[in-house]
């Protein structure tokens, strides 16, 4: 086995480490409760178009 397959792997991990705290900073936050609440009243929303027809 080769120390070359071996950087080539934690290379290629590195990259994509790098790739995503640069996507975080630029990256709007949300609140993970404001999603989850959206997605309810969503549903909701749904069930109710759903039951008026």
């Known amino acids: 086995m080769s120390s070359g397959q071996n950087s ?5 991990s590195a990259g994509l480490v790098r790739y995503f705290d640069s ?9 993970p ?3 989850v ?3 309810v009243l969503f549903g909701v ?3 109710v178009l759903n039951a008026v027809a």
Not at 8 to 12: D, E, H, N, P, T
Not at 23 to 31: M, S
């Open 37 to 39: 609440a959206f997605g």
């Open 8 to 12: 080539g792997g934690l290379m290629s």
């Open 45 to 47: 929303l749904i069930q």
């Open 23 to 31: 996507e975080d900073r630029n990256a709007p936050t949300v609140d």
């Open 33 to 35: 409760k404001t999603v």
